[in-house]
């Protein structure tokens, strides 16, 4: 049944923890399932937004070893994965969820439902960077970035023994860790594109390892819990 509206949470769920290399988690999956719908009956309400992980990178590579292809094709490829994960969230959350999937930006679209799951939209444009789109129409002011890293480090910890890890940052020095362009299929802890419609919004970002759902409860409850805050 719609709920009372109120600013939403904007979750760009990483397809890191949906379709790790063993295929989609189930068991991930519903704990994540029932941490959302707990808030859900407190009067929370949700836009959810699908990575495309592991599913959207064997298209890819599979296709690279077949045929050389275009940055385009690469980046509709992880599109669609994004897609086919968002199908099955807004399975799983069926009687919450807005019955469409939601991934134009420029398309109206009334929303009474507690839950708006999302996906990709077009070559060039990031599950983050529809995340931070949902979060300027939709009026939210915090962005929770689950994927399968703890904290955003000033390096890359899977390269870098000596990389260190950041509880606090500000975008101006985010920005100088990610740069200012979207890669197709780069992994980054949030989107560059995306950070400069952050930052011009002023909304907070928190990057946290979606498997450690007691600390996005916390994050979701307002308490000190282990993840990075961009402001």
Known sequence: MPVKKEKPVVI???GSVIVPDGGVDAKFLKKFTA????HVRRGRRFIIITGGGKLARRYQSTAEKISRLHSEDIDWLGIHATRMNGHLLRTV???KAHPHLYWNPNKKLIWREPILIGAGWKPGASTDYIAALAAKKFKA???I???NVDYVYDKDPKRY???KKIKKISWKDFKNIVGSKWVPGANLPFDPVASRIAERNRFEVIVMNGHRLKEFEKA???QVFKGTIIQ
């Open 12 to 14: 760009s769920l990483g």
């Open 35 to 38: 941490v959302i719908e707990k």
């Open 93 to 95: 959350f069926r009687d």
């Open 141 to 143: 002011k915090t962005i």
């Open 145 to 147: 970035n689950l994927s």
């Open 161 to 163: 023994k000596s990389a």
């Open 220 to 222: 979701l409850n307002h």
